[in-house]
């Protein structure tokens, strides 16, 4: 259950804000799975990319695999892994968490930048067709079939898991973290996409 998950536990509010970002309507499966278990029925296991206890960012030089940047929502010593499966041109993703508020709704997305000490450095979603308007909020373009959405919601214990699977693969190098945000992700138009602040990130390369 923990492949590839980020312990999450920072105790910094960093200043200027907790950029947002948007979650699809279409909600991905928030099942519990082991790490290796295969994605479904026929399709290759979700091999580890990243997993790890979330920090606080450090004020300079390489930063956390694992960050927190709101320990009141995600708290230091929380837990991030991610693993992926590619098949026939489709591409699918798994996120676990671990010690989170109990029985809460998170968003979370891959994101095209690693960590960094501010939550705007993980850069936008990863979108298959890239919006030519950023900030992205047109749901013909912010959408869980374009981008990869792994909205879940904890049990009693904070723990929980997140999939999605899209019919492509990413591109190398261009996908390079796990987002966690503080809502399940909208399809409102004008908003398509967005899930409140950026509570955590895990670096992870796809």
Same mark, same amino acid.
């Given at each position: 259950?923990?492949?590839?998950?980020?312990?999450?536990?920072?105790?910094?509010?960093?200043?200027?804000?907790?950029?947002?970002? !948007?979650?699809? !309507?279409?909600?991905?499966?928030?099942?519990?799975?082991?790490?290796?278990?295969?994605?479904?029925?026929?399709?290759?296991?979700?091999?580890?990319?990243?997993?790890?206890?979330?920090?606080?960012?450090?004020?300079?030089?390489?930063?956390?695999?694992?960050?927190?940047?709101?320990?009141?929502?995600?708290?230091?010593?929380?837990?991030? !892994?991610?693993?992926?499966?590619?098949?026939?041109?489709?591409?699918?993703?798994?996120?676990?968490?671990?010690?989170?508020?109990?029985?809460?709704?998170?968003?979370?997305?891959?994101?095209?930048?690693?960590?960094?000490?501010?939550?705007?450095?993980?850069?936008?979603?990863?979108?298959?067709?890239?919006?030519?308007?950023?900030? !992205?909020?047109?749901?013909?373009?912010?959408?869980?079939?374009?981008?990869?959405?792994?909205?879940?919601?904890?049990?009693?214990?904070?723990?929980?898991?997140?999939?999605?699977?899209?019919?492509?693969?990413?591109?190398?190098?261009?996908?390079?973290?796990?987002?966690?945000?503080?809502?399940?992700?909208?399809?409102?138009?004008?908003?398509?996409?967005?899930?409140?602040?950026?509570?955590?990130?895990?670096?992870?390369?796809?």
């Amino acid at each position: 259950m923990r492949a590839t998950v980020a312990t999450l536990v920072g105790a910094v509010l960093l200043t200027g804000g907790l950029a947002a970002c !948007s979650a699809p !309507s279409e909600a991905p499966s928030t099942a519990p799975s082991s790490p290796g278990a295969p994605a479904s029925s026929g399709a290759p296991a979700v091999k580890p990319v990243a997993e790890a206890d979330v920090v606080a960012p450090v004020a300079s030089g390489d930063q956390p695999k694992g960050i927190t940047y709101d320990v009141a929502r995600i708290p230091v010593g929380a837990r991030l !892994s991610t693993g992926s499966s590619v098949a026939n041109g489709r591409t699918t993703v798994r996120l676990e968490v671990s010690g989170l508020l109990p029985n809460t709704q998170y968003g979370s997305h891959v994101h095209t930048k690693p960590c960094g000490a501010k939550p705007a450095d993980s850069g936008p979603h990863y979108q298959h067709e890239k919006d030519p308007v950023s900030p !992205s909020v047109d749901p013909a373009f912010a959408n869980a079939r374009n981008e990869i959405w792994l909205d879940f919601t904890t049990d009693a214990q904070g723990a929980a898991t997140g999939t999605a699977t899209v019919e492509w693969e990413f591109r190398k190098g261009e996908a390079n973290s796990v987002v966690v945000h503080a809502a399940h992700t909208s399809t409102e138009h004008g908003k398509a996409g967005t899930a409140g602040d950026r509570l955590a990130c895990l670096t992870a390369a796809f």
